[in-house]
């Protein structure tokens, strides 16, 4: 069993539209949880980040972590052509000496 | 600050060939990560260096592979006797001292084994 399952997609929708995307993992130690975008042949770049469990919202993005259930969530409002990328989750335990990513789900938003 | 950069960008060699890339993270960034991407999944973990020490490897990473920090500086990741399954892109990362979740990415170096 891997670490972080992500669902790969891929997910189209409609310019406008509220975006859904979620990790489940099974390491309960882990306590930061990132979310990366990557564009084709580039490299990751960072979203958000939530320490622990709760929500955290940066402008249209909204982040939560149920560490109960040891789930997280990505929402993604009023979703833009621009919004179109490979949106992948990650997580490390409190020394960051390691990440595990989750395989990344490949979002289209149609204009 | 021109963030990481990573050199080649590309790289061909032919099975059995070593193949050695090098990374510059973004000045004063003590960490550093490498990481391997295939398509369609997401980077892997293979080694983590906080300044010039190798604190962490990917137990899953052949001995084939060996990655160094000079100095605390640059890094560079080696590949001995390349094999068609290496073929990938090979990412590095760094990330400042208490900031740590923060990884700036470079673009990748890609990787094709023949």
């Known amino acids: 069993q891997k670490e972080v399952e992500q669902d790969p997609g891929p997910l189209s929708v409609p310019e406008g539209a509220i975006v859904s995307l979620n990790c489940t993992y099974s390491n309960s130690a882990f306590q930061y949880f990132m979310w990366y975008r990557q564009y084709s042949r580039k490299g990751p770049e960072l979203l958000m980040y939530t320490y622990s469990s709760g929500n955290k919202e940066d402008g249209r993005f909204t982040a939560q972590v149920d560490k109960s259930s040891k789930y997280i969530s990505l929402f993604i409002r009023d979703s833009q052509p621009s919004d179109s990328a490979t949106y992948l989750c990650a997580m490390s335990v409190y020394n960051f000496n390691k990440f595990y990513f989750g395989s990344g789900t490949k979002l289209n938003v149609k204009p | 600050d021109t963030g990481v950069s990573q050199d080649p960008r590309h790289k061909i060699t032919k099975r059995g060939q070593n193949v050695t890339f090098r990374c510059d993270p973004i000045?004063?960034?003590?960490?550093l990560y490498w990481y391997r991407q295939t398509l369609g999944q997401g980077p892997e973990f293979l080694t983590y260096f906080q300044n010039e020490a190798q604190l962490e490897k990917s137990r899953l990473l052949s001995d084939r592979f060996s990655a160094e920090r000079p100095k605390g500086s640059f890094s560079t990741l080696e590949i001995q006797r390349t094999e068609q399954g290496d073929s990938a892109m090979y990412l590095c990362?760094?990330?400042?001292?208490?900031?740590?979740?923060?990884?700036?990415f470079g673009p990748g170096t890609r990787l094709t084994v023949t």
């Open positions: 000045s004063e960034h003590n960490r």
């Open positions: 990362a760094s990330s400042p001292q208490g900031f740590s979740y923060e990884q700036y």
